[in-house]
């Protein structure tokens, strides 16, 4: 059995657990070898209510935990409203810095993160937490190099993940390391996940940062461009598109969307470039010829201007198929 220990705290949100626990249970009834065995420990052994009003029993203390000397393999810390009091527990704190010295690797949840780095887990490492506390935990300890975009971030045996659905994407990568990306796809699959997204994924796409547009025609347009990155998308094409004037258009893009259209096409080109480097073995060429890019020097000037690097470095950081090469 592999023993992975949640840890659960007064006003939890609901969905950091559910969706890992889930996860975890379906790998297990698929036929992981070694199975899962999920534990819930609260700093006291008593139940914890989510911050949706759901009372979560818990199977012990962290110190009976602690001292039962179970093995554990894997120690989870939940995310939620109440994460930032967990983190000023001294007790649940040293609770967990205990049961992390004994587990295979440590992983947080959301604003979990917050909870490791209070108990010193996170010192001198790369982390990611929810983009509501990325600030809070980069200003509390400068020690760790706070990663704001990711939705995971793995840093040798730890683990750490960004908002609320990103615990599934988490879980699923870790199903992935222990037992393949067969299971792993098999369980997206059942939760109805309709893309497994790995850690190098924005916590935001392009279409979630933007603006949804007011006018039914460019609301249309946004909604079809993610489907025709390699169509003609210059602004007069566009223009056309919603049949409008070209000054027309793009002054109502903008207005509306916040970005003008060709920043708009940039970021979903970039944002689709990034996911293809992430998930597949296709060429730098191709990639750029399947985003809309019809030059491979197009990519690599965006990936150096708007990432810091090259399609090439981006691919070996992110992409699971070529690290185990």
Request: with cysteine.
């Amino acid at each position: 059995m592999r023993t992975v220990v949640f840890v659960v705290f007064e006003d939890l949100q609901l969905l950091d657990l559910a969706g890992p626990v889930d996860v975890l249970r379906g790998a297990t009834e698929m036929g992981a070898d070694p199975p899962y065995r999920t534990l819930l420990a609260s700093a006291d052994g008593r139940p914890v209510r989510s911050g949706s009003g759901v009372e979560i029993g818990v199977d012990a203390s962290l110190d009976q935990l602690r001292r039962r000397r179970l093995p554990i393999d894997s120690l989870v810390v939940v995310g939620g409203a109440g994460a930032d009091r967990a983190a000023h527990d001294p007790d649940l704190g040293r609770g967990v810095a205990a049961l992390s010295r004994r587990a295979r690797r440590t992983v947080s949840v959301c604003s979990g993160a917050l909870v490791l780095a209070a108990a010193g887990l996170l010192d001198g490492r790369r982390a990611t937490t929810h983009w509501e506390t990325v600030d809070q935990l980069a200003t509390r300890h400068p020690g760790i190099a706070v990663e704001p975009d990711p939705i995971y971030v793995q840093d040798g045996d730890v683990w750490t993940s960004a908002g609320v659905t990103a615990g599934i994407d988490l879980f699923l990568a870790l199903v992935d390391a222990d037992h393949g990306a067969e299971l792993a796809h098999q369980i997206a699959r059942d939760l109805v996940v309709f893309v497994r997204r790995p850690g190098g994924q924005s916590q935001f796409s392009t279409q979630l940062k933007s603006q949804p547009a007011r006018s039914p025609a460019i609301a249309e347009l946004q909604r079809w461009l993610p489907d025709h990155l390699d169509d003609d998308l210059t602004v007069p094409a566009m223009a056309r598109h919603v049949g409008l004037s070209q000054r027309q258009f793009a002054r109502a893009f903008a207005a509306e969307v916040g970005a003008t259209p060709a920043a708009y096409v940039e970021n979903l080109r970039l944002e689709a470039a990034r996911r293809l480097l992430e998930t597949s073995d296709l060429t730098v060429e191709t990639v750029a010829r399947t985003v809309g890019m019809s030059l491979p020097e197009t990519l690599y000037r965006a990936f150096r201007l708007r990432l810091g690097t090259t399609p090439d470095q981006y691919r070996k950081h992110w992409n699971k198929s070529i690290q185990r090469r």
